[in-house]
């Protein structure tokens, strides 16, 4: 067995464990023997961390040295070789699915006040948090077992260098290390003792630790957010995150496409990606036909492409939709817009359900 297939598992069995409330100075780091304790970038970071904080026990600086680089990250953040092309079809059957829709149901009779709650604080629909917080972490099932500390050390300094956008990524999680240093201290809890993503997600809704200080709701009023085991913070925080990027109470997420667009005019259509940029009438003379309901639509839209793998390799053909500004404010959550018509669909299934 692995160091780290151990530690995994170590950790899965000790998910998000109970901690009391602390004060910082009684959470103090006991070990200084991580991987981090000689590494000089890393404890320069704390220690400005330190410094601009006025923290005089050296709390950056004293966990820095805890942090254990994890290869496993690493390894996950590499980008894959280019080599077999996208395929939604394949994307969509992995979450759009029997046992994903019915612990979605499950999910929602759980939590009906709550999502009840946030429909009416933030104006953004059950159907849409049950969707995210079931693509996330299939409602709570799989929120990652990497100790959040360790990932984001990893991923702070030493981001694999053949990602195209190494630095600014690296930058990225240097910003999340200290967003979580600066969290654990605010809540007394050890920055050793978070569990989430190799990337650093934490939670039901996989926050990233700057977001959980943004966006995070107490909602159900216990004096503090947990997006590890409360449904009714989770609910709350990821319905505020979508407001604060824009949802649009009521607005459709995206219209079928009749696609007729010649070669040029379809790379036209899809410079822009997924940034809402066309008006529905200038959509359909470049060839992307709308149905009467896209062609009435008050705002801007994107042309969204679905490939389906290959077509000279059986693929199907390839797929498109047009989105809107709500269909662009899923992806602020995850800027992939297979997982924006993957949460959309699967909260909708689930949604037809429960409304049966
Ligand atoms: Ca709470």
Redesign the pocket.
Known sequence: MTRWLMGALLAACMITPGWAQGTPSKVRATESTGAFAQHAPALAFARALDEREGWSDEWAQRWMRTAEFNPQVVRLMTPAPSGSPRNWAVYRGRFIEPRRIQAGLQFWRDNEAWLQRAETAFGVPAWLIVGIIGVETLYGQHMGSFRVLDALSTLAFHFPPEHPRAQARSDFFTGELEALLRKSREAGVPPTQWRGSFAGAIGLPQFMPSNWSLYG??????????LSR?A??SIGSVARYMQAFGWQTGMPTHFPIQMQATHDALQTLLAPSILPTFTPEAMNTLGARLNAQGLTHPGLLALVELPNGDPARGGQPTEFVAGTTNFYAITRYNQSSFYALAVIELGQAVEAVWKR
């Open positions: 709701v107490d909602f159900d009023g216990d004096g503090r957010v947990d409360s009714a913070d």
